[in-house]
Antibody
Framework: QVQLVESGGGVVQPGGSLRLSCAASGFTFSSYGMHWVRQAPGKGLEWVAFIRYDGSNKYYADSVKGRFTVSRDNSKNTLYLQVNTLRPEDTAVYYC????????????WGQGTLVTVSS | QSVLTQPPSASGTPGQRVTISCSGSSSNIGSNYVYWYQQLPGTAPKLLIYKNNQRPSGVPDRFSGSKSGTSASLAISGLQSEDEADYYCAAWDDSLTEGVFGGGTQLTVL
């Protein structure tokens, strides 16, 4: 069965960095686009980033452009999100989600990893 | 302020039919598919409706989606207590080149 398992979250000071990972299994990872979506505590969903199945195309939310970088290693079935210059407003649960072939069509989600930006 | 606009709350009694609206623009709903997600408390979102009105396998036919112009709606008939959750609409925005979600609608079953 399809599994997406995020890791790498934690508490970091403003201006700090983290690398989030999403380990995928149960499907042909290299055939699907992948996304990151976040949810601040008590708030709604916010789309963060997308990477095409082969890594050739990437899109970012304006709120993270220039600070976050999405990448993937298809040989390891793993998606990454490098998050730099963190701000308190980046505090959220970060979910990875599998694309179903159309943008925003997410058929599987991970359980999320919490990033807390605080001094 | 979300790009897609949803009512913050909705409610109904068991067995009733409720609808949740999602309003956007020509660059998102008007030119792309709409998706609906259900999020139960403390869990990851779950795909409820894809490509405007299609249900993934396992989603009861009590849930239906529709789209007209730059608006979409989710209808839930035969409301059940387990439908109490947050519901989000989503679409791709061609002008922003970003994914966009509605602000979410908290559904209460009275």
């Amino acid at each position: 069965q399809v599994q997406l398992v995020e890791s790498g979250g934690g508490v970091v000071q403003p201006g700090g960095s983290l690398r989030l990972s999403c380990a995928a299994s149960g499907f042909t990872f290299s055939s699907y686009g992948m996304h990151w979506v976040r949810q601040a505590p008590g708030k709604g969903l916010e789309w963060v980033a997308f990477i095409r199945y082969d890594g050739s195309n990437k899109y970012y939310a304006d709120s993270v452009k220039g600070r976050f970088t999405v990448s993937r290693d298809n040989s390891k079935n793993t998606l990454y999100l490098q998050v730099n210059t963190l701000r308190p407003e980046d505090t959220a649960v970060y979910y990875c989600a599998k694309d179903r072939g159309q943008l925003m069509n997410f058929d599987y989600w991970g359980q999320g990893t919490l990033v807390t930006v605080s001094s | 302020q979300s790009v897609l606009t949803q009512p913050p709350s909705a409610s109904g009694t068991p067995g009733q039919r409720v609808t949740i609206s999602c309003s956007g623009s020509s660059s998102n709903i008007g030119s792309n598919y709409v998706y609906w997600y259900q999020q139960l408390p403390g869990t990851a979102p779950k795909l409820l409706i894809y490509k405007n009105n299609q249900r993934p396998s396992g989603v009861p036919d009590r849930f239906s989606g529709s789209k007209s112009g730059t608006s979409a709606s989710l209808a839930i008939s035969g409301l059940q207590s387990e439908d109490e959750a947050d519901y989000y609409c989503a679409a791709w925005d061609d002008s922003l080149t970003e994914g966009v979600f509605g602000g979410g609608t908290q559904l209460t079953v009275l």
